[in-house]
């Protein structure tokens, strides 16, 4: 009988003391998440909460403590995102004004949903008169890519590959005819053929274009036969200030998703931290 006493008491005693020691494990786990939350770490703070559960499965209290910790650096986190939209928003909303006086804004009431931005120093914006690469940019910031062919015989092309003379070279999605965006006619004795290609279609031609700087570059429509021309500055210029707004356009409807949930889920975490308030310790 009294052996079985001494187990159970031996038992007893190891139990206390394995939990006795994961307690002060997972509160050293936690005081140092909550001096790297305090120092700004906020990352590898994050990670040390993780661990208390693992150092002590049943410190309860450290459990709970390092549950509101994260919640505390959560909403710290979602107001620097917030502090650093409102520094930089402006910056951006500059600079869209001052490009979007280089564009006029075209929308048909009658058959568009959304306007498009062209760019006003460029001839060829509208043109279906002569062979040559249109660019445009959507009121959301997509860019659109338009060949326009004008020519004696039909192409019948469904792309457009850009070249520097060292043989590095960009092409576009083909984008097959349908009759709509992409269509082609014969009218006075000459063939039109008008292709759009959208992002994600386009893009590499237009990184391309803008990363060419002021090298030549070579204009190739892929089809049936072959046809090329070289990129005229006026249109190098147009391609690259539509890049730009593009970029802008985009980069501000970024950080307006970005404000919108870092606000919503600052009143969330507020309202969880003040319900939670007796978990810190």
Do not use: W
Request: charged letters at 30%.
């Amino acid at each position: 009988m009294n052996r079985i006493l001494y187990f159970l008491i031996v038992a007893v005693v190891f139990f206390a003391t394995s939990c006795s020691g994961g307690n002060k494990e997972a509160r050293e786990a936690y005081m140092k998440a909550k001096a790297l939350y305090e120092a700004g770490d906020y990352d590898n703070a994050k990670l040390m909460i993780d661990s208390i559960k693992i150092l002590g499965p049943k410190a309860f209290d450290e459990i709970r403590a390092g549950i509101q910790l994260t919640r505390v650096i959560e909403l710290a986190i979602n107001k620097e995102i917030l502090k650093r939209v409102d520094s930089i928003m402006p910056i951006y909303r500059e600079e869209q004004e001052r490009l979007l006086g280089e564009f006029d804004f075209i929308k048909d009431e009658e058959y568009q949903t959304e306007g498009l931005l062209v760019y006003k120093n460029n001839p060829n914006k509208l043109s279906q008169e002569k062979s040559c690469l249109r660019i445009q940019v959507t009121e959301k910031g997509e860019m659109q890519l338009l060949s326009v062919y004008c020519g004696a015989y039909p192409l019948q092309h469904e792309s457009i590959k850009v070249s520097l003379p060292d043989g590095t070279y960009a092409m576009t999605t083909a984008v097959p005819y349908d009759g709509a965006s992409n269509y082609r006619y014969y009218i006075d004795g000459r063939n039109i053929e008008t292709i759009t290609y959208s992002e994600p279609k386009m893009r590499r031609v237009a990184d391309f274009i803008v990363a060419a700087e002021n090298r030549p570059v070579t204009v190739s429509y892929e089809g049936k036969k072959p046809f090329s021309f070289k990129l005229d500055n006026t249109t190098r210029k147009a391609i690259t200030e539509s890049y730009k707004l593009a970029t802008v356009i985009k980069n501000i409807a970024s950080l307006e998703r970005e404000d919108v949930i870092a606000s919503r889920a600052i009143v969330v975490l507020n309202r969880q931290i003040e319900e939670h308030k007796n978990d810190s310790i």
